[in-house]
């Protein structure tokens, strides 16, 4: 299972996560260590609100370039994206399922910057630091450049209908590392469907990209293409 990693300190049971999970970071550089569940899996990352300015591509509550942004994942959910100061709030205009947080974590939504941009689930402390599961997460879509935001600085474009990274020297597009094989394999599939760790959801994903990118596949291993039928494509 593909779950959340700390960051810091202890956030092992951010939704129910088994306590055998440990992870952590180092903040400000987020350079993150982990080890899996006894359910193999990737891990995902924490936030944690650092200052402004920190390496894009990993999280984040950070400020956006501009207030009143609109992203649409790939299930048709819009979400409004709000920005005040050093922070920014991720807003689904329908109601959407949340996800079952542990202890006093809130559930919501934020976003993720990488290749892709990823709209997803999260549950967040008091302190603002959150965590999410690749599970929840889902790409942002597009028809055109404009459907893409500019969020932390990072330029998107609209790419084979995906919102996806201008910086091809970092983001190869002919080339897919598994943790973004994975948002494109569950792109499809209704966030009710996973929002709750199913296991029978996330055994299916899997094996879709494993079978793409090999079973214990290294974090920044080449996956084949064209992945599966049932995944949505980069290219």
Known sequence: MRIAACCGRDLRAISGVPAQTCCGCNVPGLSFTGRHTA????IKKVSQPVSYGIVAGLLFFGACAADGLT???????????????ASCSTVPRTDETEPTCSGSRTPGFSFFLGRFIQLTASCADADGSWGSV??????????????CPLLLGSTYECQAGLC?????DKYPPDIIVPDDAFLLCVAPVP???????QLDA???ISAEVDSACGADAAPDSRCTLPLPDACLQPL
């Open 202 to 204: 996330h055994a299916t």
């Open 39 to 42: 359910i193999r899996g990737r």
């Open 134 to 147: 690749q599970d929840w997460g889902r790409p942002a879509v597009c028809a055109k450049d404009t459907d």
């Open 191 to 197: 966030r009710d469907d996973t929002i709750h760790l």
């Open 71 to 85: 992203a649409t994942d790939s299930t048709g959910v819009a979400f409004d994206i709000h920005c005040n100061g």
């Open 164 to 168: 996806q990274n201008t910086n091809v």
